[in-house]
């Protein structure tokens, strides 16, 4: 007979195991692949559909594995967030995303770049002196950065919360809240908010026309944003019918396959002359 001696035998689990040794294989991968430099920053193109210009640009990060081929964010970020990778990797994202919009002021082109920033980053005491390095450092102009938070990252302590979007508008960068909607406690705090954009989440835009109640919270959103004089951005466009709507709606910035997938910097030029010649 078996000695009931360890307990962990007795909630031994195939899928959860399986789950947390591919979490530890992807951290130490990450490491490796900090390292060796195998992330790569896309950009996806924010469109003035009034007239099909592009205004701006969503940093998303890609990590090109040597043997996996490219991995999705969503399957890293979370890793690289529970484990702390996300400080130094944030980092590089927030150098590299700040070196291209400059490359971009230098080609006289006035677009603006958005950086999509985690809990742990915003929560972190050393990211305005970082910032304000590495806008010094590169010498883009503060106005043409927007950094993207997401609304859970706001709420817990709000006071705190507040007090890091000063310091960071304070720099000179532009605030934006991703995926609008999708998890606000209270929409009374909004106001208390130094934000500049809404992003209007793409789980409310991708069933118009079909789906009543999305155009109705989609529309409800644009209404509210423009009272508070928010700008907005509306993501996950991917037909002409939902442009026609957000447009009839006074919603004139979109991202989304409609117009482009997230693009390597070598693959946007191709993009601009299509536009161009659109
Ligand atoms: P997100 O910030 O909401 O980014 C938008 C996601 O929607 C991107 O996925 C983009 O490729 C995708 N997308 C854009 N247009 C369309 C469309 O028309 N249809 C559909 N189906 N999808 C569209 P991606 O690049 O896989 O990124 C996923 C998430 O990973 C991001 O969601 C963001 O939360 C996170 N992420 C990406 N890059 C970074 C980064 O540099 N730092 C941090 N902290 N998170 C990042
Ligand atoms: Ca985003
Ligand atoms: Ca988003
Ligand atoms: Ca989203």
Same mark, same amino acid.
């Given at each position: 007979?078996? %000695?009931?001696?360890?307990?962990?035998?007795?909630?031994?689990?195939?899928?959860?195991?399986? %789950? %947390?040794?591919?979490?530890?294989?992807?951290?130490?991968?990450?490491?490796?692949?900090? *390292?060796?430099?195998?992330?790569?920053?896309?950009?996806?193109?924010?469109?003035?559909?009034?007239?099909?210009?592009? $205004?701006?640009?969503?940093?998303?990060?890609?990590?090109?594995?040597?043997?996996?081929? !490219?991995?999705?964010?969503?399957?890293? +970020?979370?890793?690289?967030?529970?484990?702390?990778?996300?400080?130094?990797?944030?980092?590089?994202?927030?150098?590299?995303?700040?070196?291209?919009?400059? /490359?971009?002021?230098?080609?006289?082109?006035?677009?603006?770049?958005?950086?999509?920033?985690?809990?742990?980053?915003?929560?972190?005491?050393?990211?305005?002196?970082? @910032?304000?390095?590495?806008?010094?450092?590169?010498?883009?102009?503060? *106005?043409? +950065?927007?950094?993207?938070?997401?609304?859970? !990252?706001?709420?817990?302590?709000?006071?705190?919360?507040?007090?890091?979007?000063?310091?960071?508008?304070?720099?000179?960068?532009?605030?934006? +809240?991703?995926?609008?909607?999708?998890?606000?406690?209270?929409?009374?705090?909004?106001? /208390?908010?130094?934000?500049? +954009?809404?992003?209007?989440?793409?789980?409310?835009?991708?069933?118009?026309?079909?789906?009543?109640?999305? !155009?109705?919270?989609?529309?409800?959103?644009?209404? !509210?944003?423009?009272?508070?004089? @928010?700008?907005?951005?509306?993501?996950? $466009?991917?037909?002409?019918?939902?442009?026609?709507?957000?447009?009839?709606?006074?919603?004139?910035?979109?991202?989304?396959?409609?117009?482009?997938?997230?693009?390597?910097? %070598?693959?946007?030029?191709?993009?601009? *002359?299509?536009?161009?010649?659109?």
């Amino acid at each position: 007979a078996k %000695a009931k001696g360890r307990n962990t035998y007795h909630f031994y689990d195939p899928n959860l195991n399986a %789950a %947390a040794k591919e979490r530890m294989i992807i951290e130490n991968e990450l490491r490796v692949a900090l *390292k060796d430099k195998q992330f790569e920053l896309h950009y996806q193109p924010q469109i003035d559909c009034r007239n099909s210009e592009i $205004v701006g640009y969503e940093a998303l990060i890609r990590w090109l594995h040597p043997k996996k081929g !490219m991995i999705s964010p969503v399957k890293f +970020i979370p890793v690289a967030e529970s484990t702390g990778i996300i400080v130094e990797l944030g980092e590089w994202v927030l150098w590299e995303a700040c070196r291209f919009a400059k /490359r971009l002021e230098d080609q006289g082109v006035v677009n603006n770049v958005a950086i999509n920033l985690s809990a742990r980053q915003f929560k972190d005491t050393n990211l305005v002196l970082l @910032l304000s390095k590495i806008l010094d450092k590169t010498k883009v102009s503060p *106005k043409n +950065i927007h950094l993207e938070l997401t609304e859970s !990252m706001l709420m817990g302590d709000i006071e705190a919360a507040i007090g890091q979007l000063h310091e960071l508008k304070a720099l000179g960068l532009a605030l934006s +809240i991703d995926d609008f909607g999708t998890g606000f406690s209270s929409l009374s705090y909004l106001k /208390r908010f130094p934000v500049d +954009i809404l992003k209007i989440d793409r789980s409310f835009v991708k069933d118009i026309p079909q789906d009543t109640s999305d !155009m109705a919270i989609t529309a409800a959103i644009i209404a !509210m944003a423009k009272k508070l004089k @928010l700008d907005l951005v509306a993501e996950g $466009v991917e037909t002409k019918e939902q442009i026609k709507f957000l447009e009839d709606n006074n919603c004139y910035i979109v991202q989304g396959y409609y117009f482009s997938p997230p693009l390597s910097e %070598a693959n946007l030029e191709g993009f601009r *002359k299509t536009l161009g010649s659109q």
